[in-house]
């Protein structure tokens, strides 16, 4: 985005960790501190404020590959990872393996579409993401990353899709109960959380929070807050 020569896959990560015990440093209480590494130098280095409480904000990370998972795991609370369409069962397989190797959680990203009847739903779905996506926008943003018909002529074109449906996340599609009972199979499969999208946020976020978030609530999926109903 800025214009930066992007390091090999390896070294970014390497780079990443450098970056990370120096932010673990600056969080610390250490008033001054030096630092010395392959890419990163610092010398009385001094972070201010310090996180608030004394503790130090939640960390994820994003990575599908082994290197970024191992950094996660190494380094994070939480792993974001996709979730398939219908492969549930795979999912869960990520989740025991992740917290196998480490103490962390699996979040997972989910584009919701959800309707008063799971037709209405469909149909905007289509509409949004089949008929009027803008697929010349979704090719180079997948050539970008190397995937291409040459490269991937077998699956291709599901790909693409996957790509169409926010950038990869897993399409949840129907009315309430819909809706909520596969964010029930998700927490079931191990997922901790789920990062939600919509197509349009004004409009559909007001919904799913009075129809969705209280069917959540009642099974036992979201706190709530003393006082406030869900």
Known sequence: MFGAT???HAAR???AQEWFDVIRLAWSEAEDFDFEGAYIRLRQARAKPKPFGGSRPIVMNAGASPTGQAF???NCDALFSMTPKGKLDE???HVANVQALGAVDVYTVGVVTCRPTLREAQEYYRHCVIDNADWAAVDRIMA???VTR???PEDFEERRFHQAN???GMPIIGDPDTVAAELAQLAAAGAKGIALSFVNYLDELPFFANE???RLARAGLRETKPGRAE
Do not use: D, K, S, W
């Open 150 to 152: 040459e490269a991937f």
């Open 144 to 146: 970008m990353r190397g």
């Open 72 to 74: 996660a795991i190494r």
């Open 166 to 168: 926010g950038m990869g």
């Open 91 to 93: 999912f869960a397989a």
């Open 6 to 8: 992007m390091r090999e």
């Open 212 to 214: 969705v978030l209280p």
């Open 13 to 15: 990560y390497e780079y």
